[in-house]
């Protein structure tokens, strides 16, 4: 009688040794589940606008999320660039971009990919202006302002 429970025994137990494995798929590589609720991650990170050569930053900021006042920027007379970068972690969101008596302007950051914005100015006289970027919470952003070195 106990030689035929141990057979049965280990009959049960090749049995189910032998369900949980399948040669047939062996050579595949697994691949870990990705729940569908998270969102895609972008093609690149998000960094710090390109730097133009001959400029220095006199402005750098971020990532940062949301609205943001900077205050009284100076810029100098001639040429200078207001650069940002930004991208959104879930729908297309617009930013705003104010320069007071210069005007504002709004860009899209996306979901998908890094948008780059690069704005040239161009000044008869150097000036202080207030500079305020509008942005939603889901929205990281990078910026620069910059002059050119001297």
Not at 14 to 34: E, G, H, I, Q
Not at 64 to 76: A, E, K, L, S
Not at 81 to 94: A, G, P, Q, R, Y
Request: aromatic share 6%; hydrophobic share 35%.
């Amino acid at each position: 009688m106990r030689a035929s429970a141990a057979v049965a025994v280990s009959a049960l137990l090749v049995l189910s040794l032998s369900a949980c494995t399948d040669d047939r798929n062996s050579d595949k590589p697994s691949v870990p589940y990705t729940p569908p609720s998270q969102p895609a991650p972008t093609a690149e990170p998000l960094l710090a606008p390109e730097l133009e050569k001959g400029f220095k930053e006199t402005l750098a900021e971020g990532p940062r999320r949301g609205d943001h006042h900077f205050g009284t920027v100076q810029f100098p007379k001639g040429e200078s660039w207001v650069k940002l970068n930004c991208v959104s972690d879930s729908e297309t969101v617009k930013l705003k971009l104010a320069l007071d008596t210069i005007g504002d302007y709004t860009l899209g950051c996306f979901k998908s990919r890094v948008e780059k914005n690069a704005n040239q100015l161009n000044l008869a006289t150097s000036r202080k202006l207030r500079f305020t970027i509008e942005a939603g919470k889901e929205a990281r952003w990078i910026v620069s302002i910059q002059a050119p070195k001297k």
